[in-house]
């Protein structure tokens, strides 16, 4: 087996900044007591400003005047782990969070679905920098090995016991995840590498540090078997943003909506999965949330899409008090079949394809706005025909009309006026409705106007005028 460690040093800080809407103003997390509240992580800006992890926020205020602080939550960053591992189940069904700091997954499975094991890593590179997650990843045939390369030498990545050992053997004892105290009882030794901890005795070893320091030695060293609690996928997406400041309205909240939605594409691509409708709740501070419901017709996952959709309903909905917080709730998570498409596509780059556009109209207009046709089994025109919801296929008529019908047709008959008109087809007559009041008896004709239009015509049935104009032909 071939295990990838994707080490994320600044978790808690980019779980932060990838949904700030302002990353590249001094900010800082904050922990500890009420009385004595210190920096915890700062961003690049507040560094440059002489701020520092361990900073009393009087002091780290005092620097700087302009320093926005936020609270630095566990539950925050458990919740981005999850949806790390969410993402990472996209590329393997073996992911485990049980390395802090670090998500493994086993790839050596993968590599024949996403190629050679550097188009494989460029490839989870591009996402996590997508996302908005500073990571440092490397592979080795043991997850515990790979999760010590990581932390010694971005990049590294080894496939064979052998090679893994004299990787293993230059790392600084420091970074080598040694359980307890054995790191600093073994810097005070001089013994300053990990391979030095190698050579010594090993009955001296589990003498003087326990046994837990020689099973992590063999787990390192693929000589113990590992034992990782395998991460499974939930079955909905709950994710919530709380903004530090009071929004009133829809177009201040684009940006957390569109990494909300950005995640909820990921969370769906790691279950090969699709969303047919999910749920934004705008939270309030002194009133119950308000609810926007996002339908498709069809299940979606492409980020994009989602989040025009999510921006075009948004839009529609008058905020009716400062909103805290922005959920994103998705519980109908049907399997996604992409679109067949041709090898090559003949439609032009800038043109948008029909579901795409269709589910744009229906965000922009309304569910009842766009609709399709149907037929039905009728001869009276203004019956032959119902409105269709939905994207199933429109079943065939039971009979097909014996003459040619117009693509236009009228709302309702209106009189036929300017002559000379020339017939250029029919009687076609028409006499159906009796059985539910809506008796007709006409005679249908395709005529010519004398401005050249060709329109569908009828009169009372054996009568020669005057005409009713029922619809138009393309």
Request: charged fraction near 20%; glycine fraction near 8%.
């Amino acid at each position: 087996m071939l295990w990838a460690c994707v080490l994320l040093p600044h978790l808690a800080l980019d779980t932060v900044l990838r949904r700030h809407p302002a990353p590249d103003q001094p900010l800082a997390l904050v922990t500890g007591p009420l009385q004595r509240r210190v920096l915890s992580a700062v961003n690049a800006a507040a560094a440059a400003q002489g701020l520092h992890r361990g900073q009393s926020v009087a002091a780290a205020e005092a620097l700087c005047g302009a320093l926005q602080v936020i609270d630095d939550d566990p539950a925050r960053v458990a919740r981005t782990r999850d949806f790390l591992a969410a993402w990472a189940y996209r590329y393997s069904s073996q992911v485990s969070l049980d390395l802090p700091g670090a998500l493994v997954l086993e790839v050596e499975g993968s590599l024949g679905l996403f190629g050679p094991w550097p188009a494989f890593e460029a490839r989870l590179r591009d996402d996590l920098r997508a996302l908005g997650f500073r990571h440092r990843i490397a592979m080795a045939p043991t997850a515990a090995a790979a999760a010590v390369l990581a932390r010694h030498q971005d990049g590294l990545a080894v496939t064979t016991p052998g090679v893994m050992h004299a990787a293993l053997s230059s790392v600084p004892v420091a970074q080598a995840r040694l359980p307890g105290k054995a790191a600093a009882a073994f810097e005070r030794m001089a013994v300053r590498r990990l391979g030095q901890v190698l050579a010594l005795p090993r009955a001296s070893l589990g003498q003087r540090h326990g046994p837990a320091l020689l099973s992590h030695l063999d787990q390192l060293l693929g000589h113990a078997p590992e034992t990782l609690a395998l991460y499974r996928p939930p079955d909905a997406f709950d994710e919530k943003i709380e903004l530090n400041y009071d929004v009133e309205s829809s177009l201040a909240l684009l940006f957390p909506l569109r990494r909300l939605t950005a995640d909820l594409a990921a969370y769906l691509a790691g279950r090969d999965g699709g969303v047919s409708r999910f749920v934004l709740r705008l939270g309030h501070e002194d009133r119950e949330d308000t609810e926007v419901v996002v339908g498709l017709l069809a299940p979606e996952r492409q980020p994009a899409m989602l989040f025009e959709l999510a921006r075009g309903r948004l839009e529609r909905v008058a905020v009716p008090a400062p909103v805290r917080t922005l959920r994103l709730l998705a519980r109908e998570l049907p399997p996604f079949v992409p679109a067949a498409r041709e090898l090559f596509e003949a439609r032009p780059q800038q043109s948008v394809d029909w579901p795409s556009l269709r589910e744009r109209l229906r965000a922009r207009l309304g569910n009842d706005a766009v609709y399709g046709l149907e037929a039905v089994a009728d001869h009276r025109p203004e019956r032959s025909w119902k409105r269709r919801d939905g994207i199933a296929p429109p079943s065939a008529p039971a009979h097909a009309p014996p003459a040619p019908r117009p693509t236009w047709l009228l709302p309702r008959p209106v009189p036929l006026h300017g002559r000379p008109l020339r017939l250029l087809a029919g009687p076609e007559r028409i006499e159906s409705g009796w059985w539910d009041g809506g008796d007709v008896q006409r005679d249908y004709y395709v005529v010519e106007t004398a401005q050249g239009q060709r329109a569908w015509a009828y009169c009372a049935a054996g009568e020669h005028g005057p005409y009713m104009l029922h619809g138009w032909f393309a």
